[in-house]
């Protein structure tokens, strides 16, 4: 059972409920993707009640199929779902490919309709692919693969920027039937070597720099930093984004993406792959050290994108959707690539940052674009806000009718920012709560239809049952009012269907904690309306700009350092980042010199993490402290830690019981000094 860490800075107020946008469904050419709130309870207690017979209408209706599915769920009934860490089989029978639905179908209907806008780092760089192109590069590079040995169920490494070609590469992946493993491009050659040997990937797909934010990155250096130890990858197949002729190049292994698409000619075949083969593989932190990685599999995961673009955000075939995440996260692989295109929509691939130049970037982007979706986190919008309206005021922001928020709760402030100076009181806002591992939306507004409340991600997608629980009985919270840990009781199309490598984790992370539940990992309540709140992560998970790191992966990293005793790693509140990290360090005394310069071994140790995890995992604050408050049994007591942090020292609770609470009156005085 876990602790109840955190309470949120949230609210529960009873915000008064707001109506979608009054003329909302006129301001589309399109016709409405659900009628009005009445049809979506209706349709979601049809997709409760029976499953199977929902989802397999949708799949059969919205996917393309390359030999029908038998039985759409496998066991039909959902009340063994999770028992035994067991989950249901979706689509039984059933043969697809990703890369089909998303591309060729649309192709063949219209080959010039734009399928992505790209916007350089650059203002006014940049360009569109149709769909009729973008078959193409992704046939030859399919083809490239195929010929470079990768077949079905292989696993290739993805170490790319925000550029079209990331979207040609993962649909080139799963268009032979193989599995691409993302690599966020801001980690450290480090995290990509962990990631590449778990996945066991062969060939790894990178570019030889990337622009963000009018800074050069050395993308092709960390590649072979990080290959150094990965003595099974063949080939590295290398984009040409600068075209820097220093960049380092290892001829035999390395290949250049344009050479290599030379080659091959404009059309090959998708491969057909079983509704539950797997699809890709994407890294997220847990409670411990070890990244996790989170399996999806094919068809339960493409309908669950495409359900939850189409009715979460009303995307119909003429919409053009912007999803300010970086393909290197779930909500880049989601809602930039596979969900637009899936509704054979456009999706704008932004490669730069909301900074800069100015912070005008985003609106300029819409309004250039005319963007109808526009999705984003709150610590984005933090930022804006606090630059001022001036940057949003200019800009023609009408075509706007979707302003969606993810990835770590928005601040009712925040909300009503986004709602009146970027949706002009036109557009809906919907804070959508998800996961990693639940590849799509889970609790969220959909657009037009559901009424809203500024903080909360209010109801349940179809198909999702949500439930509180106890966090300490694991007993169920009934009615209305209520507080405790979110769990979810069957399972839903995009569930991960593990974590590769290791089931026995999955089970204990997410099965386990809760009987005959999927444990979320946040803490969340349903307030007098049924309208859910979260709470923030009750597992040793932080949230920094809406990126997930485990405490434990940051000590670990820490720990590398040679001064590094031990170390405590814990979250504290941040107005720009939402939560940022604090590190408690004791230093090895006898390795220190008498005259050490503290303030230069904070500098190293943040630079340490840096280079073992990524510049966005760098702790904020450093505490250096003699001793780490600990129980009689050793583990390490970061509620007191957190609760220092916070100014909370009043409310420590009882800490006689510690094996050291002599520790405590010298951490609350380190802390104080520090501010
Ligand atoms: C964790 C998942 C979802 C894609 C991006 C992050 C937090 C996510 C919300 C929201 C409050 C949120 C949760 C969740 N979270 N969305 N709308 N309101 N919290 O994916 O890296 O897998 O992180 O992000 O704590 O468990 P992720």
């Known amino acids: 059972m876990v602790e109840q860490t955190q309470k949120s800075h949230i609210s529960l107020d009873h915000e008064k409920m707001h109506a979608p946008p009054e003329g909302f469904f006129e ?57 035994n860490g067991d989950l249901p089989a979706w689509f039984v029978g059933g043969q697809i490919n990703a890369a089909y639905n998303c591309v060729d179908r649309w192709a063949a209907k219209d080959p010039n309709k734009v399928a992505i806008i790209y916007e350089g780092d650059e203002p006014d760089s940049g360009r569109k692919i149709t769909y009729g192109e973008l078959l193409k590069d992704v046939c030859k590079l399919a083809q490239a693969l195929t010929k470079l040995g990768v077949k079905k169920g292989d696993s290739v490494a993805v170490y790319l920027p925000m550029i079209p070609e990331a979207v040609v590469t993962l649909l080139a992946i799963v268009r032979i039937g193989a599995m691409h493993s993302v690599v966020f491009a801001g980690f450290s050659s480090t995290s990509l070597k962990d990631r590449i040997l778990d996945a066991d990937s062969r060939i790894v797909i990178t570019a030889d720099e990337s622009k963000r934010g009018g800074k050069t990155i050395e993308t092709k250096k960390i590649v072979d930093d990080a290959l150094k130890d990965c003595p099974d990858v063949r080939n590295v ?84 959707l912007f999803t300010a995440g970086d393909i290197g996260w779930i909500t880049g692989h989601t809602y930039c690539v596979y969900g637009p295109l899936l509704n054979g929509a456009t999706s704008v691939v932004f490669e730069g940052t909301p900074a800069y130049p100015n912070f005008s ?60 100076n970027v949706g002009r009181n036109k ?37 999702i049952e949500p439930k509180i629980l106890d966090p300490t009985t694991g007993e169920e919270l009934k009615g209305n009012d209520v507080e405790g840990v979110l769990a979810i009781k069957s399972a839903w199309p995009s569930i991960t269907r593990g974590i590769f490598g290791d089931y026995n984790r999955y089970i204990d992370t997410y099965l386990r904690p809760y009987a005959d539940h999927y444990f979320s990992g946040d803490g969340a309540a349903r307030d007098l309306d049924g309208f859910y709140w979260i709470l923030g992560r009750v597992d040793d998970v932080v949230n920094v700009s809406g990126h ?53 071994i904070k500098k190293e140790l943040i630079l340490t993490v840096r280079k073992e995890i990524g510049p966005f995992a760098a702790p904020k604050t450093v505490l250096f402290v003699d001793d780490l408050p600990k129980t009689r049994s050793g583990k390490i007591m970061r509620r007191i830690l957190r609760k220092v942090l916070a100014g909370e020292e009043d409310s420590l609770g009882d800490i006689s019981t510690l094996s050291n609470p002599q520790a405590v009156s010298q951490i609350i005085d380190v802390v104080k000094t520090s501010r």
Not at 397 to 415: M, N, Q, T
């Open 548 to 600: 997930r790191l485990s405490t434990a992966e940051v000590e670990a990293a820490l720990i590398e350092h040679d001064l590094v005793g031990e170390s405590a790693v814990v979250g504290y509140a941040d107005d720009l980042t939402g939560q940022a990290i604090a590190a408690y360090v004791s230093l090895k005394k006898h390795k220190l010199p008498a005259d050490a310069d503290l303030e230069a």
């Open 27 to 83: 301001r589309s050419t399109s016709k409405p993707n659900l009628a009005d709130f009445a049809t979506y309870q209706k349709m979601y207690d049809q997709s409760i009640q029976d499953p199977a017979t929902f989802f397999g209408e949708q799949a059969k209706q919205t996917l393309d199929w390359i030999r029908p599915f038998d039985q759409p769920r496998f066991p039909a009934d959902k009340k063994d779902d999770f028992k």
């Open 427 to 463: 557009a809906h806002v919907v804070d959508t709560y998800w996961q990693t591992e639940s590849g799509s939306h889970l609790l969220c507004p959909l657009a037009g239809v559901t009424p809203t409340k500024p903080g909360s991600a209010s109801l349940p997608f179809f198909g």
């Open 361 to 420: 970037r985003y609106w300029e982007i819409v309004d250039k674009y005319k963007v109808n979706q526009f999705y984003v986190a709150p610590t984005a919008l933090r930022l804006l806000k606090r630059a001022g309206h001036k940057y949003v005021e200019p800009y023609d922001l009408s075509s706007l009718r979707v302003l969606g928020s993810v990835g770590e709760p928005i601040a009712a402030e925040v909300w009503h920012w986004y709602s009146e």
């Open 237 to 320: 197949i290398v984009f040409k984004r600068t075209g820097n002729s220093h960049v380092p190049f290892s001829p035999g292994r390395d290949l250049w993406w344009h050479d290599e698409l030379a080659k091959y000619g404009n059309y090959f075949p998708p491969t057909p792959v079983d509704s539950e083969d797997p699809m890709f593989l994407l890294y997220t932190s847990g409670s411990t050290g070890k990244p996790k990685g989170v399996q999806h599999n094919t068809a339960g995961y493409l309908l669950g994108a495409l359900l939850t673009t189409k009715y979460t955000f009303d995307v119909h075939e003429d919409d053009v």
